[in-house]
Nanobody, 111 residues
Framework: QAQLVESGGGLVQPGGSLRLSCAGS????????MNWYRQAPGKERELVAT???????TYADSVKGRFTISRDNAKSTVYLQMTSLKLEDTAVYYC?????WGQGTQVTVSS
């Protein structure tokens, strides 16, 4: 069955950068839209970025110009490059595709 596994989270100072990865298996990765979501404590899960099978991308207004979603179909992996991180970017980040969620990876932005 389809499986998604995120990695790359951690603790970073404001203004810093992180790259998240999400490796897919059990499905034909290249055919599917992939998404990154995040959920901060006490808040609802929100869509951060989307990449289509053709590589078209969309972003939440809160991350435009700072985050970049990309994919490597040969590796069945989707990435989220995060720069100029802010305190409010602290959340658990999840990838989603083919109706399946990953387990999440914690990103903490703190000085």
């Amino acid at each position: 069955q389809a499986q998604l596994v995120e990695s790359g989270g951690g603790l970073v100072q404001p203004g810093g950068s992180l790259r998240l990865s999400c490796a897919g298996s059990g499905f034909t990765f290249r055919n599917y839209v992939m998404n990154w979501y995040r959920q901060a404590p006490g808040k609802e899960r929100e869509l951060v970025a989307t990449i289509t099978s053709m590589g078209f991308t969309t972003y939440a207004d809160s991350v435009k110009g700072r985050f970049t979603i990309s994919r490597d179909n040969a590796k069945s992996t989707v990435y989220l490059q995060m720069t100029s991180l802010k305190l409010e970017d602290t959340a658990v980040y999840y990838c989603k595709g083919i109706g399946t969620w990953g387990q999440g990876t914690q990103v903490t932005v703190s000085s």
